[in-house]
């Protein structure tokens, strides 16, 4: 069972039973937390994965598959975030993934476009791959945080090209992407998100993060620079010709992090990455 209050929450307010909750906890959580309304689901066992497509006038662009990690510490411990960063690989699916797994998980997105035929801008979908292929987890009408930097870190298509084209009601362009594998790696407030202590410097800039690509999240600007505040700081991504290359260029950027932050440095690693496949194969059955 998975328990979420009806209400956003920031990524941050699903529950689930035999991972993070016992029963009995659950309904605490439930009645302490001050919603009026919960949604009550099914615990899905799996991996989960995000497809996200650009949409208009029943037209569906999808772009590849990318991997959050929601948990605040390494080995997937520790509560829940907004994201600690992810990963995409040089093809559309990713390690644990087949083919046909996301060729299921578009044609999801393209039934809800049909049944959605006014809509236009993105669609993000979330899925879990399980034992039975994938199962919708949810969907949103934005890009997914940290998703987006993983997939318009390669978009080759012009991404106003994409936008004019919609709002002008032409054909959308079909989309090109360079074929590099991304890693993404957040630094947040040291005790994030539990007790996250705000007011470090951020000593970081686009000169010292090498290769990789920089993005300021949520950040105090003042006259005498950048500082943190109680949500994630910033993010990093580095692009490679595999998702080991990508990883090891996100992790050169972040060896400027000092003391006052907190990175998962295992995202993208070829441990993990191995971890995922290894539990794909035993939920299969190979």
Known sequence: MAVKPVGLTGGKGVRVTGDQLTAEAAVDYVREAGYDEWVV???????????????????????????????????????????????????????????????????????????????????????????DGPKVVEFNARFGDPEAMNTLSVLETPFIDVLTAARDGEPLPQLDFSGEATVCKYAVPAGYPVEPDAGARIEVDASSVGDALLFHASVDQREDGLFTTTSRSFAVVGLGDSVAAAEADAEEALSVVDEGFHVRHDIGTAELVQSRVDHMRELRGE
């Open 41 to 131: 689901e099914e615990r899905l066992v799996g991996e989960e994965f995000t497809v996200q497509a650009f949409v208009a006038d029943g037209e569906v662009r999808t772009t590849p598959a990318v991997q959050d990690h929601k948990r605040a510490y390494e080995g997937d411990e520790g509560p829940n975030t907004g994201g600690m960063g992810s990963y995409s690989d040089t093809e559309s699916t990713l390690p644990f993934m087949t083919d046909e797994d996301y060729d299921d998980a578009v044609a999801v997105v393209e039934a809800v476009v049909d049944a959605l035929p006014g809509y236009k801008g993105v669609l993000y979908g979330q899925f879990m791959l399980g034992a």
